[in-house]
T-cell receptor, first 113, second 112 residues
Framework: DTAVSQTPKYLVTQMGNDKSIKCEQN?????MYWYKQDSKKFLKIMFS???????INETVPNRFSPKSPDKAHLNLHINSLELGDSAVYFC????????????FGPGTRLTVL | GDSVTQMEGPVTLSEEAFLTINCTYT??????LFWYVQYPGEGLQLLLK?????DKGSNKGFEATYRKETTSFHLEKGSVQVSDSAVYFC???????????FGTGTRLTVIP
């Protein structure tokens, strides 16, 4: 009965590779998000989708491309991985774009070697 | 712009000690305020929230009061336990916006 799930939990890869992280929510929410948490635990929004449409696209390299096949899924594809991409990536969802409470997934720890 | 400033950690306390983690915010209008907790190796969980001035959010013995006059939302607990060891994040959500602004997190370690 997991509300927001992410796969994989851990991802270790070489520089220059392309990888994807998947996120699914079973809460019936319209809005989903990707956050990046750096090594100092600082959390920052990357993207927000509402009903499969991009709402927020913060200053993120265009190597990062989110894809939302339906409103329950928001995947994150990263091209040409760099060392600085190493972080924990959190998916989250909320009932609507203006709903204040967000529910977070368990995170995906990405390590780029 | 909107921002959240949190007390720098880490904070180390003995079991049953009193906890305060300070949080102040900058935002126009009337944001909702949150405390999220991240236990080791896990994602963020909502701990408590308050949506208007003078509201008090509470959960699991933790509480925080939305103080508009001091733009603060300090987290308190009267008697911490070892199981409270985690990173605590203060966050705000502005009406009409659709993302959370987080503070930098405060790591709490409670020793027996």
């Amino acid at each position: 009965d997991t509300a927001v799930s992410q796969t994989p939990k851990y991802l270790v890869t070489q520089m220059g590779n392309d990888k994807s992280i998947k996120c699914e929510q079973n809460l019936g929410h319209d809005t989903m998000y990707w956050y990046k948490q750096d090594s100092k635990k600082f959390l920052k929004i990357m993207f927000s989708y509402n009903n499969k449409e991009l709402i927020i696209n913060e200053t993120v390299p265009n190597r990062f491309s989110p894809k939302s096949p339906d409103k329950a899924h928001l995947n994150l594809h990263i091209n040409s991985l760099e060392l600085g991409d190493s972080a924990v990536y959190f998916c989250a969802s909320s009932l609507t774009t203006s709903a204040d409470t967000q529910y977070f997934g368990p995170g995906t720890r990405l390590t780029v070697l | 712009g909107d921002s959240v400033t949190q007390m720098e950690g880490p904070v180390t306390l003995s079991e049953e000690a009193f906890l305060t983690i300070n949080c102040t915010y900058t935002a126009t209008g009337y944001p909702s305020l949150f405390w999220y907790v991240q236990y080791p190796g896990e994602g963020l969980q909502l701990l408590l929230k308050a949506t208007k001035a003078d509201d008090k959010g509470s959960n699991k013995g933790f509480e925080a009061t939305y103080r508009k006059e001091t733009t603060s939302f300090h987290l308190e607990k009267g008697s911490v336990q070892v199981s409270d060891s985690a990173v605590y994040f203060c966050a705000l959500h502005k009406t009409g916006a659709n993302n959370l602004f987080f503070g930098t997190g405060t790591r709490l370690t409670v020793i027996p």
